[in-house]
């Protein structure tokens, strides 16, 4: 079966620093990777994405996300944080765009705080 | 282009009720994917529509159902509800081949 873990509840950053948040996946096939960000009482909205090539993936808002097969791991990171990136960050995979057999399987999520 | 509509948006029920919940893909979008989200199991998938067929189920109790129009919409129902049914459901939506599920802004169920 396929899970997804994020090892980190919660953590603080400064504004202005850098950001990784971890990710690790297991899946018996190639995967579909997403990172999501969801605001307070808003749905998710899709930060990047990874199928196939480039490990390094672009996203909106200046995230970054690089796959790692070998390390099953997916991280995100964004050089600069603003305060508007406070959010909680979920990892997800899946057997193809939509999910698959199993639907997309999400982490259990990570609460980035912004410290001024 | 509008984006995923869920309604309503905060719905409170007592147990033992029912309850229909609807969302409205973007347009073009035939694929209905829905997702339950509580604090302590995370997010859940629900099942997935496809032309107005179930293509997918996850693990939940026969209580959960679900269709899908002829013009995409979806709706989930859930019968003799519990309190344990409380959470935030989302759904996605995508073309038949997307590489992009977007997801509504969710309806808040509580149950009392």
């Known amino acids: 079966a396929q899970s997804v873990t994020q090892p980190d509840i919660h953590i603080t950053v400064s504004e202005g620093a850098s950001l990784e948040l971890r990710c690790n996946y297991s899946?018996?096939?190639?995967?579909?990777l997403f990172w999501y960000v969801q605001s307070p009482g808003q749905g998710l909205q899709l930060l990047l994405k990874?199928?196939?090539?480039?490990?390094l993936v672009q996203g909106i808002k200046g995230f970054e996300a690089e796959f790692k097969r070998s390390q099953s791991s997916f991280n995100l990171r964004k050089p600069s944080v603003h305060w508007s990136d406070a959010a909680e960050y979920f990892c997800?995979?899946?057997?193809?765009?939509?999910?698959?057999?199993?639907?997309?399987?999400f982490g259990k999520g990570t609460h980035l705080i912004i410290q001024p | 282009k509008a984006g995923v509509t869920q309604t309503p948006r905060y719905l409170i029920k007592t147990r033992g009720q029912q309850v229909t919940l609807s969302c409205s893909p973007i347009?073009?979008?035939?694929?209905v994917s829905w997702y339950q989200q509580t604090p302590g199991q995370g997010l859940q998938f629900l099942f997935e529509?496809?032309?107005?067929?179930?293509?997918n189920k996850g693990n939940f109790p026969g209580r959960f159902s679900g269709r899908q129009f002829s013009n995409s919409r979806s709706e989930m129902n859930v019968s003799t509800l519990e309190l344990g049914d409380s959470a935030l459901y989302l759904c996605?939506?995508?073309?038949?081949?997307?590489?992009?599920?977007?997801f509504g802004p969710g309806t808040r169920l509580t149950v009392l």
């Open positions: 997800a995979v899946g057997a193809r765009a939509g999910g698959g057999a199993d639907g997309l399987t």
């Open positions: 347009s073009g979008h035939r694929s």
């Open positions: 996605a939506t995508g073309t038949a081949n997307t590489d992009t599920q977007y």
């Open positions: 990874y199928f196939s090539g480039d490990t």
């Open positions: 899946y018996g096939a190639t995967p579909y």
């Open positions: 529509y496809f032309s107005e067929t179930q293509r």
